[in-house]
């Protein structure tokens, strides 16, 4: 009956070291996937990020460029430059009123995508 007991003693210290284990061994898992998931996310915050410098500077060049062929056209260079103010104020009042239907789903897909990857 003893080493019954002993035997029972020694199985369940076993059993308490192998759940030990594996919670550890769990723990250790969920802490690198969320570092890979954190990793992925800031990755592409960064990327995204320059992309969307690289994106307005472009755009910058590209407006002084068309306002100063435009006025070169019209023979005014302040007409041409308000002609080009004038189609970026459209594209920001066009992005304003469609970014609920437009803007902010594609936004939050880009987000999700990112983050279950």
């Known amino acids: 009956m ?13 059993l308490t070291q192998s759940v030990s284990d ?8 969920a802490l690198v996937t969320l570092t890979q998931k954190a990793t992925n996310v800031t ?13 307005i500077f472009t755009l910058f060049f590209l ?5 100063w062929w435009i006025g070169s056209l019209i023979n005014s260079t302040a007409g041409g430059f308000f002609i ?3 189609f970026f104020v459209l594209l920001i009042v066009l992005i304003v ?13 880009a987000i999700l995508k990112k983050i279950y990857e």
């Open 97 to 109: 009123v469609l970014r609920k239907k437009i803007v902010f789903p594609i936004l939050k897909k």
């Open 22 to 29: 594996y919670l550890d061994t769990y723990y250790k898992l």
């Open 63 to 67: 407006g002084m460029g068309l306002a």
């Open 84 to 86: 080009v103010g004038g």
């Open 43 to 55: 990755a592409g915050l960064v990327a995204g990020l320059s992309a969307f410098f690289l994106l």
């Open 2 to 14: 003893e080493a019954l007991k002993e035997d029972i003693k020694t199985k369940a210290g076993s």
